[in-house]
């Protein structure tokens, strides 16, 4: 599969210059790995850094708070589709009999499309930032299937991933799908108006309980996500969340 050069297009970076430099050594050692093939795979945790072990953390714990609540996942924003992948795994950890525990994902995969006033001019984005290569759904859909392949029920596939501008994707599939309750929903578009219509239209389907992630709460270089949010629901009727060592994802439990 082609490679794309993105960090052009992409956010801003606020990596100091020794952490880029550092990251950039690590990957160059990550690359230029001495481990056998078949050790590989299993030997992943050696290149996981602070930071991203922290994001996967916050996904084990907060996967294990909707254990006792029925419904299904959904991440709007999946671009590469890790967090996909590892709220796959975690299901096949904590409940892999679930067949009810569907996880979806839903993503342009062509990058941010719908940018507006209300996203501001800090972020260096535009339309199309964040892209993936060409067909990138098609080998997500591979790594997603060997997740569950490597679990019990794997004859029954429990993911989907929806392509499309989620404005028009979620509520499509929501029609399609009125048996539809939400028990978690993770909010990582970074921008307003795909973020405002997917809240709008899940708002119906969220029970008493359904926890809301959300990657860009209170965000200054991506505003347009809290904006959305707080069109859609109340700020203050909620206690917005999050565990000390994750430093920008939150949660809100309704
Ligand atoms: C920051 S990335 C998501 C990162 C991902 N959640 C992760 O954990 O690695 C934001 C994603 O939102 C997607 N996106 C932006 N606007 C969209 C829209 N209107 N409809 C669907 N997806 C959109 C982009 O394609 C991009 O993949």
């Known amino acids: 599969m082609e490679k794309i050069k993105t960090e052009k297009y ?3 970076i606020l990596s100091s210059s020794d952490e880029k430099n550092v990251n950039k050594n690590f990957l160059k050692s990550f690359k ?10 299993a030997n992943l945790g050696l290149f996981l850094s602070s930071k991203s072990l922290a994001r996967i953390l916050f996904f084990y714990k907060i996967y294990k708070k909707i254990l006792h609540s029925h419904g299904i996942v959904i991440e709007f924003g999946v671009r590469w589709g890790q967090t996909l992948s590892v709220l796959s795994a975690l299901r096949g950890i904590f409940e892999p009999f679930n067949r ?6 839903f993503d342009t995969f062509e990058g941010f499309k719908g940018m507006s006033a209300e996203d501001g001019e800090r972020s260096n984005c535009r339309e199309g930032s964040y892209s993936v290569s060409r067909n990138y759904e098609e080998y997500l ?7 569950e392949q490597l679990n019990p029920m794997s004859h029954i596939r429990r993911f989907e991933l929806i392509k499309g501008d989620a404005a028009v994707t979620v509520p499509q599939y929501l029609e399609k799908h009125p048996e539809t309750i939400i028990s978690m929903a993770v909010f990582d578009f970074d921008i307003y108006k795909p973020t405002k219509a997917a809240l709008s239209a899940i708002k119906p389907y969220l029970a008493k ?8 709460l209170c965000d200054d270089i ?9 069109e859609v629901f109340a700020l203050r009727d909620f206690k917005i969340k999050r565990f000390p060592f994750a430093a920008r994802i939150s949660y809100l439990e309704l």
Do not use: C, N, Y
């Open 10 to 12: 992409d956010s801003i």
């Open 32 to 41: 230029e790995s001495p481990l056998p093939d078949d050790e590989i795979l």
């Open 100 to 105: 009810h525990r569907k996880i979806l994902g």
């Open 141 to 147: 859909s591979g790594i997603m299937t060997f997740q």
């Open 209 to 216: 309980g359904s926890i809301l992630v959300f990657d860009e």
């Open 222 to 230: 991506f505003p347009g996500e809290t904006t959305a949010f707080k």
